[in-house]
């Protein structure tokens, strides 16, 4: 037996009797609506079907539209023995079947479709006649029309003029109680007193409290992912799919996701999902009907990443050290898919398009980036741009090092692989940058805010560091409120930061009230936020219960918030930075209709500012206004500003 062997057939013991008792053919749920005045049949994975009792047919994606760039789509189809075809036929003006073929498990057959520019929507029927005769099977597979506003109402791009907040749906509000435990999903779970439990957040939590989201100056919601994840335990962070094509009914499932959507775009906002390429749940179906050994990265046993980004990029790196980064497994819950695999690759680009065409996403936050196959993720991602040119992207790239993180985008080195990422979640930004500028209050060179400084000098390195995104905590970290020793005044200065520096801020939720956790365990980061339960003392949408320092930092976003909502400086205008003068940091952010001056002091000790050593981007102003605080100051002479303060001073 050689290794590839011994893997495979190790992994499905390691899936264990409950996960071999689901092999074989899928049972069909049908659920009929009507979107955009388009029918549609979606449900567990499956389409209408027409096929004779028993032999059940499940087919991804689960349909497709007329009129793509995408027009050659490769479908999925598995059922019991599927794969001992003979002849696969359409019968559809305008589709042809382009090819297909089987794989080493009989239980699936992949097709191309080619849909021609001049196709109808409607219902075309996909026939399958078995190898020596017998009973063909066949079912109708639709097509529908597009969506309308390709680029204005949806599909429109998250930019620097966005402003996003983050959220762990299962923990933000719970909507709807009677979706909290879903019979028939693995984790039964429910018990808000743990930190590793379900809580019961949903989706119609959301859409209840948008008017909140939109107070604090908001523009874009992107949630942990709200696919699928029927896993045994610690369902509540969604990384781990089990159906792709499948919303997870205890978040309020596709009709609840279609509706967020909706209210979204209503409100002139937009919508992030997050994709994972990287690796699936467990449980996922076709992990438990494996398609072929190579949809994963196999090894003779079970091996993790190094979770390094180094061999990836490094000349002198070996290629057993390269093979670990990108092919090791997170975690054995998490399979490794191998993008590589021709049938993996479309079957994640065809998800990727009809999640947009779909739900109508705005814009894609890729989780595990670094780990993907490199190539892969460039191909997926021109996919998704040919099909909706406004569409951004942004790479969870969680490495050492600046140039580490611009070779994952869109960057002006001279290498062999170039990226065509437009944006990365700038960690650079986060650990070498503002973490020592609100930390550090030595004023060193290299520490406190000249470390931001410094980093913030390397942007050349980026073709364009307005596309990546700012941020000050996340899920997988402890919160900054903690990281900086519970200190409130850092806490402003961080906020104040990540609203007018370069880039396109995102706020994990509760930052703005001052949440706190470390993350060892990862729970004590996803807590609850307060206010999103009925009988919670502290209620963070009305203010109610607030502690006098929470409230006030909540103030504190609203205000910049909402004037950075309407100052074209802060959205879409230049910056320059002056090299610190020890514990003073001053920048500007400016266009030809606005220039606002941010002057940082991590000290504990006032420090004086003399505006004429700013007269490049001063000149003809004579004072400048505090947004947080209405208070003026005059340009005409130095002022002191105090310890551990931040001012934001738009200059008139």
Aim: net charge negative.
């Amino acid at each position: 037996m050689d290794k590839q062997s011994f893997f495979f057939f190790a992994f499905v013991f390691l899936l264990g009797s409950e996960a071999h008792a689901q092999h074989g053919t899928t049972t069909t749920t049908r659920h009929d609506t009507t979107i955009n005045g388009r029918k549609l049949v979606v449900g567990h994975g499956t389409i209408e079907q027409t096929v004779p009792e028993g032999h059940e047919v499940t087919v991804y994606p689960t349909n497709w539209w007329v009129g793509m760039h995408y027009s050659k789509p490769e479908l999925m189809i598995h059922q019991k023995d599927i794969g001992n075809a003979a002849s696969v036929t359409v019968a559809y003006p305008g589709v042809t079947i382009a090819d297909w073929h089987r794989v080493e498990n009989p239980n699936y057959l992949f097709l191309h479709l080619q849909i021609a520019g001049t196709t109808k929507p409607g219902n075309l029927k996909i026939v399958i006649r078995p190898k020596g005769g017998g009973e063909a099977i066949d079912f109708d597979y639709p097509l529908l029309p597009r969506r309308r506003g390709n680029g204005t109402t949806y599909a429109q791009g998250v930019t620097s003029k966005d402003f996003i907040y983050f959220l762990m749906p299962d923990r933000w509000s719970n909507g709807d109680p009677s979706n909290d435990r879903v019979p028939g999903l693995r984790d039964q779970s429910l018990n808000r007193d743990s930190i590793f439990l379900r809580h019961g957040g949903d989706m119609q939590g959301i859409i209840n409290h948008l008017d909140y989201l939109q107070s604090l100056g908001v523009t874009t919601l992107w949630m942990t992912p709200v696919i699928l994840n029927d896993m045994p335990n610690r369902t509540e962070h969604g990384y781990a799919f089990t159906d792709h094509y499948t919303i997870d009914p205890r978040l309020g499932g596709w009709e609840t996701y279609l509706r967020l959507s909706d209210s979204l775009h209503k409100r002139g906002m937009k919508l992030i999902q997050d994709a994972v390429y990287n690796h699936v749940g467990l449980y996922n179906w076709f992990i438990q009907d494996l398609p072929e050994k190579s949809w994963l990265h196999q090894w003779p046993k079970y091996t993790q990443t190094n979770y390094r980004d180094q061999p990836l990029h490094d000349p002198h790196a070996s290629e057993m050290d390269r093979k670990l980064s990108g092919d090791g497994w997170f975690t054995r819950q998490m399979p490794d898919l191998n993008q590589d695999n021709p049938d993996v690759a479309e079957f994640l680009i065809e998800h990727a398009i009809w999640s947009v065409e779909m739900f109508g996403v705005d814009g894609w936050r890729i989780d595990t980036y670094i780990y993907c196959s490199l190539p892969f993720m460039n191909k997926c991602n021109s996919a998704l741009i040919a099909e909706y040119p406004k569409m951004t992207m942004f790479g969870e790239t969680w490495v050492h090092g600046v140039a580490n993180q611009a070779y994952f985008v869109r960057n002006n080195l001279n290498l062999p692989f170039k990226s065509n990422l437009m944006g990365a979640v700038d960690f650079q930004l986060l650990f070498t940058g503002i973490h020592p500028a609100v930390k550090d209050t030595a004023g060193s060179w290299d520490g406190g805010v000249g470390a931001l400084y410094n980093t913030l000098s390397n942007d050349f390195l980026y073709q364009d560091p307005t596309r990546n995104v700012i941020f000050l905590d996340n899920h997988d970290m402890t919160r900054f409120f903690s990281e900086i020793g519970e200190d409130t005044a850092g806490q402003k200065m961080g906020i104040e930061w990540l609203l007018t520096e370069r880039g396109i801020p995102q706020l994990y939720y509760g930052t703005e009230i001052c949440m706190k956790g470390i993350s060892n365990p990862d729970g004590n980061v996803r807590l609850d936020f307060p206010g999103g339960w009925p009988g919670d003392r502290k209620n963070a949408f009305t203010g109610e219960g607030l502690a006098p320092y929470e409230a006030d930092v909540q103030q504190l976003v609203r205000t910049l918030g909402n004037f950075r909502l309407n100052s074209s400086a802060l959205k879409t205008g230049k910056m320059m930075q002056y090299t610190p003068s020890g514990s003073l940091y001053v920048y500007f952010r400016y266009d030809e209709k606005e220039t606002i001056l941010c002057a940082m002091n991590d000290g504990n000790l006032p420090r004086k500012i003399d505006f004429s050593r700013y007269a490049e981007r001063t000149a003809g102003f004579t004072r400048g206004v505090d947004i947080p605080t209405g208070k003026a100051y005059s340009l005409d002479q130095a002022v002191e500003i105090p310890g551990r303060t931040m001012w934001v001073l738009e200059l008139k």
